[in-house]
């Protein structure tokens, strides 16, 4: 699958949103190594701190088919925004987890802005399992 392609399947995830709040759509796909695309969208709930973002529901919709990072290709996502729409603070930290360091973030938006990036460098200095072995 090309990185225009899994931009795409972010991007039909994205109409899949529940966001009656912010009315803030964001659609995202992960593309596994061999081949499969678990999407994600955010869903929001009243009770603000229950929101769900798109990033975090597709790289746990892969874990629970039963892949681990090791197995995670790409992971793309769009929304409607001026700049390639980049991932929140929370989804970082859960993608420095579980996603290689190296894989490609396809940022992107409804306009055909894109830019690439991976793990280390959404956040440098992330928290680890390593952390916590004092």
């Known amino acids: 699958m090309t990185k225009e392609q899994l931009i795409q399947k972010a991007k039909d995830a994205r109409e899949l949103s529940y966001s009656p709040y912010s009315?803030?759509?964001v659609g995202a796909?992960?593309?596994t190594k061999d081949g499969k695309v678990f999407l994600g969208a955010n869903i929001e709930n009243s009770a603000y701190s229950m929101c769900m973002c798109a990033e975090r529901n597709a790289?746990?919709?892969?874990?629970?088919?039963g892949y681990?990072?090791?197995?995670?290709?790409?992971?793309a996502l769009c929304a409607d925004t001026e700049e390639p729409c980049s991932p929140c603070g929370a989804c970082r930290q859960v993608i420095?987890?579980?996603?290689?360091?190296?894989?490609?973030?396809y940022m992107s938006n409804l306009k055909g802005?894109?830019?690439?990036?991976?793990?280390?460098?959404?956040?440098p200095f992330a928290f680890s399992p390593k952390d916590l072995n004092k």
Do not use: G, W
């Open 23 to 25: 009315n803030f759509k």
């Open 29 to 31: 796909a992960v593309l």
């Open 59 to 65: 790289l746990y919709h892969a874990y629970m088919n």
């Open 68 to 75: 681990k990072k090791e197995d995670i290709a790409a992971l």
């Open 96 to 105: 420095s987890e579980l996603m290689l360091p190296d894989a490609p973030i």
């Open 113 to 123: 802005a894109v830019k690439e990036t991976n793990a280390v460098e959404l956040l």
